[in-house]
Every structure is written in C-alpha cells, then in structure tokens.
C-alpha cells in the first residue's frame, strides 16, 4: 500500500484526483492539505510514503514544501502535479528534491502509474521537465561530463517528445531500462 498526501490549494482538484486515486487498491490517500504549512503539517503528523504536490499554493511553494519536507523525512517521495511547465517552474522543483514531475493534464493511469514508478525508485518526468532539464545540461556541460553517450542519446530523444517506449524502441533497450537510465541520469544532476 502506498500512503499518500495530496496538497493542492483547489478543493475541486483535490476531490478529483483523490477520487481518482482511491480507485486503485494499492493508493491510499491519507490527507489533503490545501496550502504550503499544512502540506507539511500533514507530512509530518501522518509520516506518508508520498507527497504529490501542486507547484504554486499559499504560504509556500513546492520547492520549499519541497526541501521543508525532505529535511525531516528524506524517504518520503515527492511527485510535482501541477499545469505550470515553464523551466522557471520545473528547475527550481528538481534541485529541490523533487522525484517526479507531471502535469495535470497525465491521464489517471499514468498518474497511478508514475506514482508506483517513483515509489520503486524512478523518475517520472513529463516531456516539459525532460526539455527543461536537457536545455540545462547543455548551458552547463560540465555537468554532462558524467554522462554516457547513450544517457545524452536517452535525453536528446526525450527532449524531442518521445516517450519511454518510443525511445527504448528507438535505441533497441527495454522500456525499464530506459527508466533506470532517466533515474541515473537525474541522480547525477
């Protein structure tokens, strides 16, 4: 069972993603928090395995849910939902800590589903977030020194809009290891 707290400063968006959400055995909504300060309240008092959280709320916003949350429960996961894809928005989301970021326009399984995969350990990113972070490594290539050819070949087709499966079709791999590759990848940045 993965236990999680929805924080989004719309009533109607959180009643509709946890109804979404509660239809799946394995997702447990365990508290909705409306602004920044709850969102961390609810973190802490409920001590979930996840926090999926809107970018822009009251009081504070997600990056600085973001750090507040790991900096007392670095094992909790924090999946991003928001409907802003600027990189402005997205970069400031993974240096938090971050571990996925979608926009609220993913279908209700692939949201399901990007959950599970973050929980096992992957990043889940939409294509906004895979571009904003591919035109950053290449203003600063000395990030990149890191990187195997084949993780810059992963972003570049990413960055033009291919999904994981397109991109593991494109490059003869398994979808999962397209994955692994998007985790190694973030972790190194």
Do not use: C, W
């Not at 400031?92 to 979608?102: C, D, K, Q, R, V």
């Not at 995969?117 to 906004?128: E, I, K, P």
Request: hydrophobic share 45%.
């Amino acid at each position: 069972m993965i236990r999680m707290v929805i924080a989004d400063d719309h009533p109607m968006v959180r009643g509709g993603i946890k109804s979404m959400l509660m239809k799946h055995a394995d997702l447990e909504v365990v508290g909705e928090a409306s602004n920044g300060e709850e969102a961390v309240g609810l973190v802490r008092a409920t001590s979930p395995d996840l926090l999926l959280l809107d970018l822009r709320m009251p009081d504070m916003n997600g990056p600085e849910v973001t750090e507040r949350v790991l900096s007392f429960a670095p094992e909790t996961k924090i999946v991003i939902l928001t409907t802003y894809d600027s990189d402005a928005d997205i970069l400031p989301a993974i240096e938090a800590g971050a571990n996925s970021y979608l926009l609220k326009d993913v279908r209700p399984a692939a949201l399901a589903e990007a959950i599970r995969d973050t929980m096992a350990g992957r990043t889940v990113l939409d294509s906004h977030a895979v571009q904003a972070v591919t035109v950053q490594l290449r203003r600063q290539p000395s990030r990149r020194q890191g990187l195997s050819a084949q993780k810059i070949r992963v972003l570049r087709l990413a960055a033009a809009g291919m999904t994981n499966r397109q991109i593991a079709r494109s490059l003869f791999m398994g979808e999962t290891t397209v994955k692994t590759y998007f985790t190694r990848i973030f972790a190194k940045l």
